[in-house]
């Protein structure tokens, strides 16, 4: 029968309130299979049972009455009344009889256990309690471990504990206790784990810390223990430091005691490069499911590995703030409809701190309206539809919009609402909404002579970023580059909401008169007409082939486009000086006559426009072709748009690359954003220590396969990835 007292181990209701940090940090790797031994918890809920019991609370507050964190003897004094109270005080038979149920259940006739206690505060990344309570190893019986409970529960009121409480301004009529008993592992060997370097703050490299026996003895810092570095990618041992290990921490009746190390151990690798590598593994799958940097405990018996627990590291430099997992930040649905064809390939920081610059004022708060899975762009589904069911009131209407551009999940895939307020719509979407649409209307009416002016620009600024050093090319950034940039896109976003309603509009029609399929056939030839940009590359060889273009006017115009255009480590075709005679040679090996080619598209579009007026009302068709007129020339505007947005990004990619030049990083700077970068410039170059974490996981990220087209929730893409049934749609 379940009490509230206790929980198994891996029980879904382990959460911080009610077992801790550490509980929490043991039931996730439990219930993820990795290899934690068997125990349980003993919940807050016990320790208030034992506080109210007791009538412990207003003489605990009493005792803190005086306690002062500048003086020490104060809060040693407090610390002895309340510990007082607790050697006093006894377990209520309900708890005790509830610790003692789920410990008989342990394999096992008396099992030894550890005993720990796991504070609601403790071990979380900005505050961590980490060492101020307790831990009782070789505990046997029932009267021992309910002894251990009490004494982990009076742990929570050491003068170090309410003085860092006092320090840190936690109430501390809030808190309480948990407890985690666990079978004890009989280690030969044991330590700590990084998964990070503590020392350079270097996310790429695993850091063990290791010696004989249990491993108290080097928590504990009594030992100068074994010091290995392994890199994180390929689990190689980069570096070991072999230490004098003069004592250890072993098992005696009733407890555990420290030991000198037997003489032919002492100066011994305690880990063979084997152990290492695993550890080294096992530790990138806690990070993994974590999310963050953490520090382990592990233990080796019998040639088994334990993990004992998990915490985060705290102690870093800096915790690098690049998120290469979006689906951490809650549970939404997110698709990459329509953003998955623009952005084929993973993505480095810098390229997705560019695009970031444009998208992220179309968040909410903390909830990002797009986001960085494994290097790809996912859209949050979720807050869209969010917006638009809180708008349009019912799902079938808020589906009528959103998915004609983003499309419909799959059949039982539940899409997470986000709480929206007519408010937050009011006061923060339609005020910013207002701001774009104002700017975008502005660019719109001046699209022609705004496109026909960004060549130039680009070419001017190109010269400019070669020649400048670090304060102007900051300036180029901030003044030129960046609202260049910013307008481009906001007029293809513009561009792209005018051609998708007009196409809306034409599509409703056609299907009222003709049907679906013969709809989107008409619709597929209508929006392959006029003087498509997409096409220029191709009309222009023909051009350089008849003379009337030069290799330079043809680079110039066309050759910022490629097939990985929208990153910006990629090359571009330009930068190739073998591209141009390779593009003619396999323009010649195809044989295409482009003036045949363009003919025969037009003449496929006269055929369409003539079909729908003959077989339409002449007033209808008349409404028809001027809608297709304008689908034409939109779609022309807006795909020479788009060829101008990636001009402006080979420009960004210039500047990145003067960076790396002055700041002698080279390539490198791709792994950093552009607000990074330009701390660099400017003097501050604490970012470059990301890069070889952040170059090593975009090779990871780069080795996926595709990732799916839905993902509902926490998702990691590479447990995902070795799954050999692993599915593609959602």
Sequence with gaps: MRTGYTLPLADPQAELAVVGGKGVSLARLARAGLPVPDGFHVTTAAYRRFVEENNLRPRILAALETANPVRPETLQAASRTIRDLFDQAQIPPDVAGAVAQVYAALPGKTPVVAVRSSATAEDLPDLSFAGQQETYLNVQGVEAVLDAVKRCWASLWTARAIGYRLQHGIDQSAVSLAVVVQLLVPAETAGILFTANPVNGRRDQVVISASWGLGEAVVGGLVTPDTIIVDKAT???????????????????????????????????????????????????VEELCGYPVDIEWAIADGELYLLQSRPITTLTARDPFEWNATLAGDYLWTNMNVGEVFPATMTPATWSVWQELLRNMSLGEIPAYGNIAGRMYLNYSLTYSFLLKIKRKHERAMSVIGDALGVPPDGVEIPLIPVSWRTILFRLVPREFRNELKKNRLRKAAPEFLATVQDRCL???????????????????????????????????????????????????????????????????????????LGPLVGLAKLKSGELSREEYLRQYGHRGADENELAAPRPYEDPDWLDRELAEFDRAAVDVTEMLEKRDAEFDTVRQDIARRLPPKK??????????????????????????????????????????????????????????????????????????RQMYERCRALPPLPRWIRGRFDPFRWAADPNRRWDV
């Design 235 to 285: 689990a190689r041992v980069l570096e070991r430091q072999t230490a004098d290990k003069q004592v250890m921490t072993v098992r005696v009746d009733g407890g555990t005691e420290t030991q000198p190390v037997p003489d032919e151990l002492r100066c011994a690798p305690v880990l063979s490069d084997e152990q290492a590598a695993a550890l080294a593994r096992l530790g990138v799958q």
């Design 460 to 534: 001017e600024v190109r010269k400019r970023i070669g020649a400048v050093q670090g304060d102007r090319l900051i300036s180029l950034w901030s003044d030129e580059i960046r609202p260049l940039w910013h307008d481009v896109y906001l007029l293809q976003d513009k561009m792209n909401e005018e051609l998708g309603a007009l196409t809306r509009k034409l599509k409703a029609e056609l299907i009222e008169f003709l049907g679906d399929d013969e709809a989107n056939a008409l619709l597929t030839t209508i929006s392959s007409a006029g003087e498509l940009a997409s």
């Design 621 to 694: 068709a008349q409404g028809i072709e001027r809608k297709i007129i304008a689908i034409v020339e939109t779609n022309t505007l807006r795909e020479a748009t788009r060829s101008e947005l990636t001009r402006v990004l080979d420009v960004i990619r210039a500047w990145f690359l003067r960076a790396g030049e002055l700041s002698g990083l080279g390539d490198g700077v791709f792994f950093l954003t552009v607000d990074e970068v330009v701390a660099i410039l400017s003097g501050d170059t604490s970012a470059t220590a990301y890069i070889p974490a952040r």
